[in-house]
């Protein structure tokens, strides 16, 4: 018999994240995209809305192999992280699945993974999203993709 199990593999993840947002708004600045991968790129025209750091999980929990019975794998629960901005402050909560970003003005977002590149050794991979429209007013209502960048950790072993 076997029980479920959650397991914070001691995967801890710093990650820069930018929120970029469409250019007919009035926004915090530009970010220069020049050193980042091609893949990972937010399109032309886009500002920065927010630039903050995250710190946070990646949970995984232990299955029963459906391939192998009576064995057990590991298997995807999950991350959580807290983004804040550069003072420490809590601006947003991120968790999935699926994929969300909450402002603590209760703005949120979703996304779909458009692309990834690598990053360094034993960090998870950089990451460009294409966020859905907030249908609460907020920081986050005008957000069109998210940028997950300077990681350190959450590679699992």
Not at 125 to 137: D, F
Request: glycine residues 8%; contains cysteine.
């Amino acid at each position: 018999m076997m029980k479920n199990q959650t397991m914070n593999k001691g995967l801890k993840i710093t990650v820069a994240s930018i929120l970029m947002a469409v250019a007919s708004q009035t926004y915090a600045g530009s970010f220069s995209q020049d050193k980042l991968p091609s893949e990972v790129r937010v399109p032309a025209g886009h500002k920065v809305a927010m630039y903050t750091t995250a710190e946070g999980n990646i949970t995984w929990e232990c299955k029963a192999n459906s391939e192998n019975a009576g064995k057990a794998k590991w298997a995807f629960a999950g991350p959580r992280a807290i983004l804040s901005d550069n003072k420490g402050n809590h601006l947003v909560s991120y968790f999935g699945p699926p994929a969300t970003w909450e402002s603590l003005d209760g703005s949120s977002i979703t996304g779909k993974q458009l692309a990834v590149s690598p990053s360094a050794k034993g960090s998870i991979p950089m990451q460009l999203v294409k966020a859905n429209e907030s249908t609460r007013p907020g920081a986050l209502k005008d957000v069109t993709y998210v940028q997950r960048i300077n990681l350190k950790g959450g590679a699992r072993t």
